[in-house]
C-alpha cells in the first residue's frame, strides 16, 4: 500500500509538473500582454515591468473589426460542426451497421484523408469555390469542411459498441430509421458527439490558410485573418505586447470551453473505441 501511494504521489507530481511546463507559453503571453510596450524584458520587474497596462488591448482593438471577426468565426465553425454532426453520423451508422459490397474499399478510401495534408487540396478546392461563385464569402469557409473521415472513424467506432438488440428491439416496436438514430444511437453517443464537437470547434477556429485564401472582405474573415494583421502593425515589425493581447482575444473562448468540457472530452475517447 505504501509502494502505491508512493507511486501515485509521484505520477500526481510529474502530471502537475508536466502541466506547468505546458502552460508556460501561455502565462508568458499573459504577462506580456499587460507589460507597458515601451519596455524591454531588462527593465522593470520581469513580470509585468514598471506597472500593469491594459494599452496593449486597447491598442490592438484598433487594429481589425474583431466584433465582425468574430461574428464571422461563430458562423464559421457552428455551420461547419452542425452539417458535420449529419454526415458523419449517417456515414458512421452505414459503415458500423449496414452490409453493402465494397464497404470496406469505401470507408479505406475515406480514412485516406487523414493522410493527406490539407494543403494538398488547396489548389482543386480553390477552383471549386469560384466555380461555384461563392469567392469571398462565408459559405467558401465552410464547403469545404462539410465532411469529416475522423467524425465517420468516431462514429463508426462508437455505433459498433451499442448493442445490436437495442436496434432490433426498436425495430419491432415499430421504429424506422430515423426513430432509431434519435432514440437509440443518438442518445447513446453523446459523449462521442461532444468529443467530436470540441476537436471540430477547436481545429476550425484556429484554421488560417484557406480563409486568407478565399476571403478578401474583412467582414467575412475569421479572427486567426484578424490577427494576423497585428504582425505588421509598424514598419519595424510586429509590437509583441499587441500581438499577444490579440492572441489572447483570440483563444480565449477555446480555453473557456475546454475547461468547461474537458471531463467530458476525456471520457468520450476512453468508451468510444479509439485509443
Given at each position: ?44 520587474n ?15 482593438l ?39 459490397r ?97 476537436v ?24 486567426t ?51
Amino acid at each position: 500500500m505504501n509502494k502505491r501511494n508512493l507511486g501515485s504521489t509521484l505520477a500526481d507530481a510529474a502530471t502537475l509538473l508536466l502541466s506547468l511546463f505546458w502552460l508556460v507559453p501561455l502565462i508568458f503571453s499573459i504577462l506580456m500582454s499587460f507589460r507597458p510596450q515601451s519596455e524591454p524584458i531588462t527593465i522593470g520587474n520581469i513580470f509585468f515591468g514598471s506597472q500593469i497596462t491594459t494599452a496593449n488591448y486597447d491598442a490592438a482593438l484598433l487594429v481589425a473589426p474583431w466584433v465582425w471577426h468574430y461574428i464571422t468565426s461563430v458562423i464559421f465553425v457552428v455551420g461547419v460542426l452542425a452539417v458535420q454532426i449529419i454526415t458523419v453520423t449517417m456515414a458512421g451508422y452505414a459503415f458500423a451497421r449496414m452490409r453493402f459490397r465494397g464497404r470496406n474499399v469505401l470507408l479505406f478510401i475515406i480514412l485516406l484523408q487523414l493522410m493527406i495534408p490539407s494543403g494538398v487540396l488547396l489548389v482543386q478546392n480553390f477552383a471549386t469555390i469560384r466555380t461555384l461563385g461563392l469567392f469571398d464569402t462565408r459559405w467558401a469557409l465552410m464547403l469545404p469542411y462539410w465532411g469529416s473521415a475522423f467524425g465517420v472513424l468516431l462514429m463508426r467506432q462508437t455505433f459498433r459498441g451499442i448493442p445490436y438488440e437495442l436496434e432490433e428491439a426498436a425495430r419491432i416496436d415499430g421504429a424506422n430509421w430515423l426513430q432509431i438514430m434519435r432514440h437509440v444511437y443518438i442518445p447513446l453517443s453523446i459523449p462521442a458527439y461532444v468529443a467530436f464537437a470540441l476537436v471540430s470547434i477547436s481545429s476550425h477556429w484556429n484554421e488560417f490558410l484557406w480563409p486568407f485564401i478565399v476571403t478578401r472582405t474583412e467582414e467575412v474573415r475569421p479572427l486567426t485573418v484578424g490577427l494576423n494583421k497585428l504582425y505588421g502593425t509598424t514598419e519595424v515589425g510586429a509590437l509583441y505586447g499587441q500581438l499577444m493581447a490579440g492572441t489572447l482575444l483570440v483563444i480565449a473562448p477555446l480555453v473557456i470551453l475546454f475547461i468547461l468540457f474537458q471531463r467530458r472530452f476525456i471520457e468520450s475517447f476512453a468508451t468510444s473505441g479509439i485509443k
